[in-house]
């Protein structure tokens, strides 16, 4: 659409996708910054500023970036770096300074990365990689929540007895996979008038909780944007004032990380938002877009982020057409976050974990997976094929993405995939599960 001259009825449509959206993206924030370690508030403001930025100045027209489970996953290795080893490498130093200056850096390798035009790139990491690789993200989203249940509070797990925690998580869980069901019964003419089952399952299950007093932790909300004066001093206080050399050699390998991941997880989203636009995103500009975000929230102490394909494709599905609907996304989470503080701090956290339990599912891409084990069976009549080889390097990267490093899998397996077509199988390669798998399943899966 020509964004040149829109009608009103046009700018108060996107103004409310904007607004429908918000309430998703505030509370999947605060799931992330529970899950990368630096709290419920800074995976807020992060969701408001990132939206913010990216729907002004990226490439992909009508999109909804904010943090994401696998810029989260990271985050928590460099929050857990940041304030049990840093002292050894720096004394004195600040972690959470420590932890700003890795995203400073992130957001100048973005933005290298657009001034290059490395967005072509993008084509090089194969299909059977990204999908072992959103499987590794995902059994680490799940380990994480399960350790917070289950370690116990001595061991930075949540407050409040342990199946008590788990009992809310495990229901809110199963309130997100039922709903949509229920509503899928309704009158079609009425579903659009019906909330977004994570955002449901939140309100009712806090709503349940304080009615019962369950002696369960709630959200900490301290620490944030609690008013609009306050933004001064919280980037007083975050800014990274010591860039000595031995802090900026410890931080530049997450960043490096981080880059890279937001490099995949922005590009391979916006692939998907282009198919459902018929447009064509601006790669290098979103990369560019996509830095200045991660920079903006390195100075409030938030987490980073990139564009997210649940969220985007919302905007999309409730009728957002023009840019509007990303700044509203954003605007209305600052609003929300400022206004709504004391009902926020009200939800408890197992909540989160149920809502992140699901994130894991949704990231988890299962039907490659599936369909080998159908077509052994014999039971798969789809005529897909997926060959051993495919699911080797599959549960490969899942592996090495798990239990070492990410972006060591994804460096592992592309170039390993590319070894076996060019050299090893010049004659017979790889199909790659074309788009039938991995990235066919984007839109409906990855957050």
């Known amino acids: 659409m020509n964004e040149s001259w829109t009608s009103p009825a046009d700018v108060w449509r996107n103004v409310v996708v904007g607004l429908t959206v918000s309430f998703v993206a505030l509370s999947l924030g605060a799931a992330f910054g529970i899950l990368s370690g630096r709290g419920a508030s800074a995976g807020m403001i992060s969701t408001g500023l990132i939206s913010l930025v990216t729907a002004m100045m990226g490439g992909t027209r009508v999109q909804c970036s904010g943090p994401t489970a696998p810029m989260s996953v990271i985050t928590a290795v460099v929050v857990a770096m940041a304030f049990d080893k840093l002292p050894a490498v720096a004394p004195g130093a600040d972690p959470n300074q420590f932890i700003n200056m890795v995203l400073l850096l992130t957001a100048s390798l973005l933005i290298v990365m657009g001034i290059l035009r490395l967005g072509r790139f993008i084509s090089v990491v194969p299909n059977v990689v990204v999908s072992g690789f959103m499987n590794g993200i995902a059994l680490l989203v799940w380990s994480s929540q399960l350790s917070k249940l289950f370690g116990g509070a001595a061991a930075g797990g949540f407050e409040g007895s342990t199946w008590t925690n788990t ?5 809110t869980l199963i309130l997100i996979l039922l709903f949509p069901r229920i509503v899928a019964l309704l009158p079609e003419r009425v579903h659009l008038l019906v909330p977004p089952a994570t955002l449901v399952a939140l309100v009712t299950m806090t709503v349940l909780t304080q009615w019962l007093k369950l002696p369960i932790s709630t959200t900490d909300v301290s620490g944030g944007l609690n008013s609009w004066s306050g933004l001064i001093d919280l980037v007083s206080r975050q800014l990274p004032t010591d860039w000595s050399t031995p802090l900026v050699i410890a931080a530049l390998p997450f960043a490096l990380q981080l880059s890279a991941l937001c490099y995949l997880d922005t590009l391979l989203t916006s692939l998907v938002v282009d198919r459902m636009t018929g447009e064509r995103t601006k790669q290098n500009q979103e990369l560019i877009a996509q830095g200045a975000a991660n920079g903006v929230v390195a100075l409030v102490g938030g987490i980073p982020g990139a564009q997210a ?8 599905k409730e009728g957002g057409t023009l840019r509007l609907a990303g700044v509203c996304v954003g605007l209305f989470v600052l609003a929300e976050m400022v206004l709504l503080s004391d009902l926020i701090a009200m ?21 490659p997976l599936a369909t080998f084990v159908r077509q052994h069976l014999g039971r798969d009549a789809s005529g897909m094929k997926v060959s051993h080889l495919e699911v080797v390097l599959i ?36 199909a790659d599960l074309a788009d039938q798998t991995a990235l066919g399943n984007l839109p409906a899966r990855k957050f």
Do not use: C, E, M
């Not at 394909?309 to 999309?316: C, E, G, N, Q």
């Open 309 to 316: 394909t649940i969220r985007s494709v919302l905007v999309l």
């Open 347 to 367: 939800i408890p956290q197992a909540v989160f974990a149920g809502i992140l339990f699901k994130v894991g599912y949704d990231v988890f891409d299962l039907p």
């Open 395 to 430: 549960i490969g990267t899942t592996l090495v993405t798990y239990l070492w490093d990410l972006n060591a899998a994804v460096l592992l397996f592309t170039g390993l995939f590319h070894l076996i077509n060019r050299v090893l199988r010049p004659q017979d390669p790889l």
């Open 167 to 171: 009992l809310v998580a495990v229901v």
